[in-house]
């Protein structure tokens, strides 16, 4: 087998040090569930799932450290292992999807080798003959929540033509992660990014290092990562006026989500100059868009709350800072 070298891109090498300090942990790995009704052919799926590997070099990466810098290395072959199955139907019918969602969890926690791989696993958790869960995990440096929808749309189109007796139908992506990546180096080594660098000296100059929060806690000595969620339901009749509002002032929900939870730390903290980190989708060429890979990017947007105004001038404020950013 075949192994190509390429550079890394920014948010690789980012991803890979950030591995790189918390060895042996499944911290970076993401993962999806795609629940399937109805009778399933498992050799089609395998098919469509060796398919998406042969299509998207992404998925054949592994990463070298060769002397402290990331190089990654794209084999020429997929991993050519049978598509695992494990099987809940001995359990009672209320018990087999908590257990599914039990084992997909356990799945999701088993740390990846970046320098042997692979980067992406999947497996198939057989609930009935009619239900199936298909959990697939990979660790960040090899995608992101853009190349899950990617995925998932080729294997549906994929597994129905096979099924159906034919070849796999979903189109090559017009390039691959690691033309993307030399494209990013030498975009930099030309300059590129100049403009880019001096407009966020600018906009981070004297930005704030932290938020004094009222319940907030030292950090430990060794970060964990341990979390919860809360899920909160929101009103429908909420939700359309929240997308009136937007409309009115011209900008998205986004900004208006966004303003409400600047005036909320504002309001809690005293700080009328904020830093909040929003992730984009950092996939600003339309070539990079069928793409699988990380193209996801953490963005700082500044705010800064007057606390005189009114919320529509922090809405307007806010939908400012966040198109400052993008075009950044």
Known sequence: MAVYEFPTSFGQRRMWLLAEMDPGEPTYNISWALWLDGPLEVSALQQAWDAALVRHEALRTIFRNESGVPVQVIEDEPDASPLPVTSVEQLGADQREPAAMDLIRRLAQVPFDLASGPLARATLVRLSPDAHVLAVVMHHIVADGWSFRILFDELSADYEAI?????????????QYADFAIWQMEHDENGGYGPAGRFWQAELADAPHSLSLPADAPYPARQTFAAQGIDS???????DALRELAARHGVTLFAVLLAAYSAVL?????????????????????ETERVV????????????????????????????ATARALAH
């Open 233 to 239: 339901a929101i009103d429908a009749s909420v939700v």
């Open 293 to 320: 890979g990380l193209f996801m990017n953490t963005v700082p947007i500044r705010i800064r709350v007057d606390q005189d105004g009114t919320f529509s001038d922090l809405v307007r404020a806010v939908h400012a």
């Open 266 to 286: 504002s309001r809690l903290t005293g700080s009328d100059d904020l830093l909040v980190a929003a992730p984009m989708a950092a996939r600003t060429r339309p």
């Open 163 to 175: 099924s159906g007796g034919g070849d796999p139908v979903a189109e090559e992506p017009p390039i």
